[in-house]
């Protein structure tokens, strides 16, 4: 029997020797590593500005805090996600109003964002879901329409990208994460990029504490003033120097997952039982981060077993996400949805498994798992 992973971090001895270094000297933070890592993602994306932080789940945050989105507000936001994306919204004090995902990608449905826009809207949430890029031209004619923020949630796609140009500039910011399932990792932390110099000097300081003056500027050690509010967001240097090393493997990562990916969907299509999304197709480009499955209704019931069966078999999954964010008990209860609403997330989130393709695994791993689905299939029903 196989062990395969659904995610695993490739870690080799570049990261941990660079981790030994950054320990062996005496810079912790505010140092070289973070701001390296900065230009190197920059670089990665094209951006103008990349600004490290400690999570994904910060970089949204700071994003709204930023743009002062408030109490009061209201975000477009996609029902499927992680919670993180709506969460970000709610700590900012506004409301979130979830939108329905479409089926063919597992994306937003842009089709009903406009019939959910109020006086109260200020922004919109992105999450290109599982790396799909969400066609940012026609979310960027909404939000000119309406001159409302957008926040591109990019958790799950570096390397995306529409008509060759990457995700997370399109929109206002950007957001990424490290997370050690993610593309690439530094163990925790995020990133994130904007086209806006002016946007990108604030979140710089909002992200430590509102400081007018980083490490590295102030002319006497100890000494600087607070002209703003801000929090502790920052990536430490440790966090960093993995991610200097594991960028430089980001291409190949890319590729092997591309490979995978394509393989296995593949094998799948033959299988009648199940409904595959769109990947990549003409300018659209996805990361692939995993291949999510859609078990048709005639045995959606069965999906437990099937996972219990891909698991004694050494074949690991996950679920995105385990309920579109509004059935979640705390958004159920504070904005009272039913269990019929989101009719789409729901076939997602409680009729999908999620198949892995990282870089650890192989053509020959994704022929096994293509193998033991269709011997679950066949034991279910």
């Keep these: 029997?196989?062990?395969?992973?659904?995610?695993?971090?490739?870690?080799?001895?570049?990261?941990?020797?660079?981790?030994?270094?950054?320990?062996?000297?005496?810079?912790?933070?505010?140092?070289?590593?973070?701001?390296?890592?900065?230009?190197?993602?920059?670089?990665?994306?094209?951006?103008?500005?990349?600004?490290?932080?400690?999570?994904?789940?910060?970089?949204?945050?700071?994003?709204?805090?930023?743009?002062?989105?408030?109490?009061?507000?209201?975000?477009?936001?996609p029902a499927q996600t992680h919670v993180a994306t709506a969460h970000s919204v709610e700590l900012a004090g506004a409301k979130p109003i979830f939108v329905d995902a479409e089926l063919k990608t597992g994306n937003i449905d842009i089709e009903q964002i406009e019939n959910n826009i109020t006086e109260r809207t200020k922004a919109i949430s992105i999450v290109h879901y599982l790396g799909m890029p969400v066609d940012m031209r026609r979310i960027m004619e909404i939000a000119n329409k309406y001159d409302l923020i957008v926040v591109e949630d990019c958790a799950l796609a570096i390397g995306?990208?529409?008509?060759?140009?990457?995700?997370?500039?399109?929109?206002?910011t950007g957001c990424f994460s490290f997370y050690p399932v993610k593309h690439f990792t530094t163990a925790e932390g995020g990133m994130t990029i904007t086209k806006h110099n002016d946007v990108a000097e604030k979140l710089v300081r909002q992200k430590a504490f509102g400081v007018d003056r980083t490490v590295s500027e102030r002319k006497v050690p100890g000494v600087y003033d607070v002209n703003m509010l801000g929090y502790n967001y920052r990536m430490n240097e440790i966090q960093a120097a993995i991610g200097i090393e594991q960028i430089k493997r980001i291409d190949n990562f890319l590729e092997k997952r591309q490979e995978n990916y394509f393989h296995l969907e593949k094998l799948l299509k033959e299988i009648d039982e199940l409904s595959i999304f769109q990947s990549t197709h003409n300018e659209f480009e996805s990361s692939y981060y995993c291949f999510s499955a859609i078990l048709n209704d005639n045995i959606s019931d069965k999906r437990f077993e099937i996972v219990n069966y891909l698991k004694e078999n050494g074949v690991g999954t996950s679920v995105y996400y385990p309920r579109p964010v509004p059935h979640f008990t705390y958004y159920k209860e504070k904005y009272n949805y039913s269990e019929n609403s989101f009719p789409n997330a729901s076939k997602i989130s409680?009729?999908?498994?999620?198949?892995?393709?990282?870089?650890?695994?192989?053509?020959?791993?994704?022929?096994?798992?293509?193998?033991?689905i269709k011997e679950s299939i066949i034991k279910v029903k």
Excluded: W
Aim: aromatic share 8%; with cysteine; net charge negative.
């Design 350 to 372: 409680y009729q999908s498994i999620a198949l892995p393709v990282g870089p650890h695994l192989n053509k020959d791993d994704m022929e096994y798992i293509c193998e033991k």
């Design 1 to 77: 029997m196989r062990n395969i992973k659904f995610g695993k971090p490739i870690i080799g001895q570049e990261e941990k020797d660079a981790v030994i270094d950054v320990l062996s000297g005496d810079i912790l933070v505010h140092g070289p590593k973070a701001k390296q890592f900065e230009l190197d993602f920059a670089n990665f994306t094209n951006a103008p500005n990349a600004i490290s932080t400690s999570s994904c789940t910060a970089s949204l945050h700071l994003s709204y805090f930023t743009y002062n989105i408030k109490e009061g507000d209201e975000v477009i936001v």
């Design 160 to 172: 995306s990208k529409l008509d060759g140009k990457h995700v997370g500039l399109f929109g206002d």
